[in-house]
């Protein structure tokens, strides 16, 4: 059974730092992957999606990385702002249907 | 019109009540979605449809009704609820129901089960 675990479930980082967000996947053989951003008490915006072929996204000052092999993906933001603050969550597609598998979030808070 | 909206916003009901949730999607997409998110867990699965044809269900109990009358509408019929049903539920469409994954999501109902 897939799981996805994110680490640090929370994060506090001045303005202008570079910070990476982790999340890990038990089952490598996945079709995508997508991370997303969670406003408080908001829906889920997509921020960027990586197909199990490619190694990296980008868009604007965030990068996203997969290593299907084992099992990571990072989220990278540069020069966080305090509208960066959010709670980001890591998604997985598997092979075998239609369901995308949620870790429970890094939450970051970027301080001015 | 924002892409997918979710009425009511915040819905506080009793355990004998019986509510429904709506999710409306101007997106022209086929495949929509209801998820839950409850405090320190990650978001669950309930259901997908996929063209009106509800294609998954992942063990919800009958207590949670999903209707969908077309491609555009979505509703979660909601009857004796417990409290530990109280959770963001999160409405979501994307083009197909394929895997892609491209999910577009609604602002959620914020349901308070006392």
């Known amino acids: 059974k897939q799981e996805v675990t994110q680490i640090p479930a929370a994060l506090s980082v001045p303005e202008g730092e570079n910070l990476v967000l982790n999340c890990s996947f038990t089952?490598?053989?996945?079709?995508?992957l997508q991370w997303f951003r969670q406003d408080p008490g908001k829906g889920l915006t997509s921020l960027l999606l990586?197909?199990?072929?490619?190694r990296e996204q980008t868009s604007g000052r965030l990068n996203a990385s997969l290593d299907k092999s084992s099992g990571r993906s990072t989220l990278y933001i540069a020069a966080s702002q305090p509208g960066d603050s959010a709670t980001y969550l890591c998604?997985?597609?598997?092979?075998?249907?239609?369901?995308?598998?949620f870790g429970k979030g890094t939450t970051l808070s970027v301080s001015s | 019109e924002t892409g997918v909206t979710q009425t009511p916003r915040h819905l506080v009901m009793g355990m004998t009540n019986k509510k429904s949730l709506k999710c409306e999607q101007h997106?022209?997409?086929?495949?929509m979605y209801w998820y839950k998110q409850s405090a320190k867990k990650p978001l669950e699965l309930m259901f997908v449809?996929?063209?009106?044809?509800?294609?998954e269900n992942n063990s919800v109990p009958s207590r949670f009704s999903p209707e969908c009358p077309n491609s555009s509408h979505l509703f979660l019929h909601l009857h004796t609820l417990q409290p530990e049903d109280s959770a963001l539920y999160l409405c979501?469409?994307?083009?197909?129901?394929?895997?892609?994954?491209?999910?577009?999501f609604g602002s959620g109902t914020q349901l308070s089960v006392l």
């Open positions: 979501a469409s994307s083009p197909t129901s394929n895997r892609d994954g491209l999910l577009f």
């Open positions: 089952d490598s053989a996945i079709y995508n």
């Open positions: 990586i197909q199990s072929s490619q």
């Open positions: 998604a997985v597609s598997n092979q075998a249907g239609t369901a995308l598998i």
């Open positions: 997106l022209g997409h086929n495949a």
């Open positions: 449809y996929s063209l009106e044809e509800r294609v």
